[in-house]
């Protein structure tokens, strides 16, 4: 053996599966792993320039991987009016008042954070934002980015008003006349688009930057961006990652998923592959690639837009009309995915309610009896309410489970905006993830941050016990539904490189594999469960390069 540039000795070492190795050293040359090896071996592979790295009990994994971000839209809200800080209302107007007052030549007033569970009914009313900024329009999304908060000003210039109908992909918060209120939940958010001044490239940029950033300080080395297209004024995402390939700034690698526009044709599919190959003849898919397509089938539940199999309730807890959108016609949807499995593309599907991950599963299904078996790994984002029936199809069709385990806890959004609404016996189908795994089924794992935290050990943390750091609660949809430490992690690192179809050169720590690791203290694995969220990270390293070393 010869000498490493970079020796990592004295800690546990988790490999992407099972229980982490101890008593082993990981050696680094260039930006690949050269050996995994017993300490005995060790001092073969320290020469003269060696960087001898002491863990001191720390644990060395592979880096995380993120299955769901929105990167971009996350860095420009951080640039923007940020309000995920503000723990109530009157936080988040204090801060809209805070960035107005520090903004005076800001025509319109952009950002977004603000937490439904803060509001009655989980929808903000105008006042609130007219009492601060009464001169200028303000449009603020939610923190889970499916509704958005206006004051009066942007009513007025979107032209809105009483007569305005919902469209048939959202809906409007109203007043007894019917006038706006100043809530827009999902389709209804584009109607100040004609309006809302678009986000500068420079400043989207400065955005994917800023995210990258705080991303790799938490560790993580790639990830799946679930929305190519355009998002929250930001027109092309897409030319923002090509800039950012072509200036050599993006130093992680990342699946972009091609947003598929519900109210468009199959003709979609063509423009997509066209995309696709386009960056394979360019010869940059190592760093950035388009092979994915996102397909949004249902909303959330707390603004009863998830797409379910029976009906929400009313605040007396009688039955009403609405089970939620499906916001592609599931035989359109079985049309879409099997041309585009046929094509050599993955499908990224958003589905929350159990009718929409039935409907996802379904489509799967068609593609596979038209196409035979595949390599697309098409994998289900979210997965709040999963049939029982519906966590066994998905080993079967090789569907993947993409968890956002950080939602898997009491908490008020779900307690008090959710759960009320749903029909007896819910709350035990809440985020099955224990179901999934004894099922069969592979796991992913993302953060869908902006929405929530990208902290991938705060999300481990609740995959393992099913209840918040400091929450005095029952684990959400009981105990049987917790995961293992060694399978949450595996689901950020192996599981996820799997999806990102990464898993060739990344995900693990093994001979030949890229040098993208993240050193943990203290390790996950010494701690008792109820303190794994103290597992914070000391170090990442991408390609065998120090990219975030915590200071004291």
Not at 184 to 205: K, Q, S, T, W
Not at 220 to 241: F, V
Not at 265 to 276: D, F, H, N, Y
Request: glycine residues 10%.
């Amino acid at each position: 053996m010869s000498a490493a540039d970079v020796l990592f000795t004295g800690g546990a070492v988790f490999t992407g599966t099972g229980r982490p190795r101890k008593g082993h050293v990981v050696a680094v040359t260039g930006d690949r792993i050269t050996a995994v090896v017993p300490e005995s071996e060790a001092q073969a592979l320290i020469g003269e320039g060696t960087q001898v790295i002491q863990l001191d009990g720390a644990l060395l994994s592979p880096g995380f991987q993120d299955a769901h971000v929105h990167p971009i839209g996350a860095g420009v809200e951080l640039l923007m009016c940020n309000l995920t800080e503000a723990e109530s209302a009157e936080q988040a107007v204090a801060a809209v008042k805070a960035y107005a007052d520090a903004n005076p030549d800001e025509a319109w007033i952009l950002g977004g954070g603000w937490s439904m569970d803060q509001y009655p009914g989980g929808a903000p009313v105008r006042a609130l934002l007219d009492a601060v900024v009464p001169d200028r329009p303000v449009v603020l999304s939610s923190r889970d980015h499916h509704s958005v908060w206006a004051n009066t000003a942007a009513i007025a210039l979107a032209g809105l008003d009483g007569s305005t109908p919902d469209p048939v992909d959202g809906r409007i918060e109203r007043e007894a006349d019917g006038f706006p209120a100043g809530t827009f939940h999902e389709g209804a958010e584009h109607l100040f688009n004609r309006v809302r001044p678009g986000v500068d490239a420079d400043f989207a940029y400065a955005g994917l930057l800023r995210a990258q950033e705080e991303l790799v300080a938490l560790g993580i080395t790639g990830w799946q961006d679930a929305m190519i297209g355009s998002l929250a004024g930001i027109e092309d995402l897409d030319a923002i990652y090509r800039r950012a390939v072509a200036e050599g700034t993006l130093r992680v690698h990342v699946v972009g998923a091609q947003w598929w526009e519900r109210d468009g044709g199959i003709e979609q599919v063509t423009r997509m592959l066209a995309r696709r190959d386009e960056l394979v003849a360019a010869g940059t898919t190592e760093r950035y690639s388009l092979g994915t397509t996102k397909i949004m089938v249902d909303g959330v539940a707390e603004n009863q837009t998830a797409a379910m199999l029976t009906p929400y309730r009313d605040s007396h807890g009688h039955d009403t009309d609405n089970t939620g959108l499906s916001f592609v016609d599931p035989a359109f949807l079985k049309q879409v995915v099997t041309e585009l499995d046929a094509a050599g593309m993955q499908v990224h599907f958003h589905a929350l309610g159990d009718r929409a991950v039935r409907e996802a599963l379904d489509a799967i299904e068609a593609a596979r009896t038209a196409n035979g078996p595949t390599d697309g790994r098409h994998h289900l984002a979210h997965l709040q309410i999963v049939e029982e029936s519906e966590t066994a199809r998905f080993a079967p069709l090789d569907a993947v489970a993409n968890l956002q385990a950080l939602w898997a806890t009491h908490e008020d959004q779900i307690d008090d905006l959710t759960l009320p609404f749903l029909q007896d016996g819910a709350e035990a189908r809440q985020y099955p993830f224990g179901d999934l795994v004894r099922h069969g089924a592979r796991l992913a794992a993302g953060s869908d941050w902006p929405v929530s935290s990208a902290d991938p050990m705060d999300a481990i943390h609740i995959a393992v016990t099913r209840v918040a750091p400091g929450l005095d609660a029952e684990p959400l949809g009981g105990e049987h539904q917790r995961l293992d430490l060694e399978t949450a992690m595996a689901a950020y690192t192996s599981g996820t490189a799997y999806v990102n179809h990464r898993d060739h050169d990344t995900g693990y720590i093994r001979e030949g594999y890229l040098a993208n690791l993240v050193v943990l203290e203290p390790n996950p694995f010494s701690l008792p469960e109820a303190e794994i969220h103290r597992a914070t990270v000391t170090s990442t390293w991408i390609e065998g390069t120090p990219a975030f070393t915590r200071t004291a």
